[in-house]
């Protein structure tokens, strides 16, 4: 682990008798370079109030997560302040690179193209200001976490924070994240038109698929047609879709959003009532909470958790972990 900065040692008498550690994972290529902005702006602001700080950049798609897992286990008998600049990919890789939750206050900058984390904890878009509250936060928001295992025997295993998901939405994820579209788009500030592109590219061509769901304990249900189904700890997915308008991530449920049954003309229509946070009622879209669900797909679809590509999964349960997560907010 390659320590890129370490602040002078700096005590200060505020609110607190001893000022934290901040332990910043940065994501410097986030949004196509706007990290390495982002960072610039924060370590003046970290240098002008004497913060004590380490800063730790990524250099490769899971480094994130490696950080993540050597600082929380290298101070495994501390709670940290771990802060991470970046995106929901960002943000994803580091959660599940944490050794144990409880050993972890989390802050959160975000500096993505579709920062739907930061949109639902209502975190301030400008980075000087989403670092000015964590700074200053007096107490920690509890924020519930997902977990998705998946495989034949339900083997491997990983954490999401804002959703989960198969079909559609998931397929979407690898289309964007696979394409140069997003990265001519950030360059624009556009970076969530390239999720409704290819939105309507991937339903053009969604093949339909016959599935099972059981909630908690409840009976087996099947799914005829299945088009996409979403298991939200957050409201919003894909830079602002409100896929669950009701759900809350701190009532130990998670929230799911399937379209099911019905002709793509329909789930076009559907779709556009979607994107409006219309579409509760609507035929072929179906919304439940649960504490847990398992899913049974007759062939692979494609699976992600926070748009990170699961590859294709036939058989998944979802949970919820109440609370895990504690956010400096």
């Known amino acids: 682990m390659e320590e890129c900065r370490k602040e002078r040692n700096h005590k200060r008498t505020s609110r607190k008798a001893e000022q934290d550690m901040y332990y910043f994972i940065v994501n410097i290529t986030s ?3 706007k990290g390495k902005r982002v960072w610039k702006m ?3 602001e970290l240098e002008k109030r004497k913060v004590e700080y380490q800063a730790f950049f990524t250099k490769y798609k899971g480094h994130a997560g490696e950080l993540a897992g050597k600082l929380t286990k290298k101070y495994q008998e501390d709670v940290i302040s771990l802060v991470v600049v970046g995106g929901d990919g960002t943000a994803n890789e580091v959660v599940n690179g944490i050794q144990n939750f409880e050993k972890v206050k989390l802050g959160y900058i975000p500096a993505g193209s579709g920062n739907d984390l930061a949109r639902g904890l209502h975190l301030p878009k ?3 200001a989403a670092l000015q509250v964590i700074l200053e936060s007096t107490e920690l ?7 998705v295992s998946w495989g034949r025997g339900l083997e491997q295993s990983a954490y999401f924070n804002i959703s989960s998901g198969v079909g559609m939405d998931a397929d979407v ?3 964007v994240n696979a394409s140069g579209m997003k990265v001519f788009l950030n360059k624009l500030h556009l970076g969530r038109v390239s999720y409704f592109v290819q939105t309507g590219m991937t339903l053009a ?8 769901v059981q909630f908690d304990d409840g009976e087996k249900k099947r799914i005829h047609g299945l088009i996409c189904m979403a298991v939200m700890n957050h409201r919003y997915e894909g830079g602002g879709l409100p896929m669950a308008p009701d759900a809350s991530d701190q009532d130990g449920k998670l929230s799911v959003c399937y ?5 793509k003309l329909s789930a076009v229509m559907a779709l556009l009532a979607l994107v409006k946070g219309k579409h509760i009622g609507f035929r072929g879209i179906e919304l439940s909470d649960c504490e847990s669900c398992t899913l049974w797909l007759q062939e692979p679809v494609a699976g992600h958790t926070d748009g990170e590509d699961l590859g294709d999964p036939m058989h998944l349960r979802y949970e919820c972990l109440p609370g895990a997560l504690k956010i400096i907010r």
């Open 141 to 147: 928001y509890p924020m519930d976490v997902g977990k």
């Open 31 to 33: 949004r196509t370079g």
């Open 42 to 44: 924060l370590e003046e």
């Open 205 to 212: 061509e969604m093949p339909s698929i016959q599935a099972s």
């Open 173 to 175: 994820c690898r289309r």
């Open 126 to 128: 400008n980075p000087p």
């Open 259 to 263: 379209i099911h049954g019905v002709k």
